[in-house]
């Protein structure tokens, strides 16, 4: 059985925090004991490892459970809000006789958001992590709309920690897989999750994706240039008022989403 010390020789070594630890060497002792999953820390490769079986699985179960449990929160507080007073302000759609339901695009998806649960395209969503973010974007109430003020995710407060998981669940993992596709069939993706072309930008395609209506993701893209050894390049860029409708781990989670959209398209 591998050691801590020999675990953690496989991290960064940088303590970044993103799997939720304080320090590598904790993520490495508790992976060790069966208690962490090793697949909380984006930059570690377990491939071939001597790991307790029981670890992914506890942990899974535990992130399930925690996950369910803020569902339950959310819901609980969205009880007491007046959907017909909030449509507007979230480009939501709503109907008098249906004054607990809401309804809007969530990247192309139709969303159906009731106070007792959430179908999109019919069907209940099958990563809780939708959930968390779709209560949130409606108890957030609209209260500050977009302005198109595109700023970085390392512009927003305490969103250090985040960048790194930004870049490797969405911006890097999205490069790679448009470098081998020709830029118009990566505006025609964009194109078809609502996206706006636009015209005046130094990256080879700037596009405005409307994730939700009140949360548009500004998507840069740089074609690789492999004779001056640039590779492929994806930066997203978020209205500096969007924190007014998501916290900082349901918007990068939507950035991965975008990804995911993206990605299922260009095949």
């Known amino acids: 059985m591998i050691t801590p010390l020999e675990l953690v020789k496989r991290t960064p070594k940088s303590n970044c925090g993103e799997c939720g630890y304080p320090t590598c060497l904790a993520f490495a002792a508790l992976v060790v004991k069966g208690v962490a999953d090793p697949q909380r820390c984006p930059y570690l490769d377990a ?17 399930q459970a925690q996950d369910l449990q803020l569902i339950e929160q959310l819901k609980a507080k969205i009880l007491p809000l007046d959907f017909g007073a909030i449509a507007a302000a979230l480009g939501a759609n709503w109907q008098p006789d249906e004054p ?75 490069a790679d897989h448009c470098a081998s596709f020709p ?13 706006v072309r636009q015209p005046e930008t130094a990256a080879s395609l700037g596009c405005i994706i409307p994730v939700l209506p009140r949360v548009p993701h500004y998507l840069l893209y740089w074609q690789a240039e492999p004779e001056e050894g640039f590779p492929a390049r994806v930066k997203v860029l978020f209205d500096r ?12 989670f939507s950035a991965e989403r975008l990804a995911d959209a993206l990605m299922a398209v260009l095949r």
């Open 47 to 63: 491939t071939g490892l001597d790991l307790p079986q029981t670890a992914t699985v506890a942990a899974d179960q535990l992130h």
């Open 183 to 195: 830029l118009a069939a990566i505006a025609a993706a964009t194109a078809g999750l609502g996206g």
């Open 100 to 174: 607990d339901r809401l309804s809007f695009r969530y990247l192309g998806q139709e969303v159906a958001l009731a106070k007792a649960g959430i179908r999109i395209n019919g069907s209940p969503p099958e990563d809780p992590r939708d959930q968390i973010l779709l209560y949130n974007y409606v108890h957030s109430g609209g209260s500050t709309p977009p302005r198109g003020d595109w700023v970085g995710l390392e512009s927003l407060p305490n969103s250090i920690s985040k960048v790194r998981t930004l870049a490797t669940y969405c911006e890097n993992r999205l």
């Open 241 to 252: 008022q969007v924190l007014a409708y998501l916290d900082l781990e349901s918007l990068v």
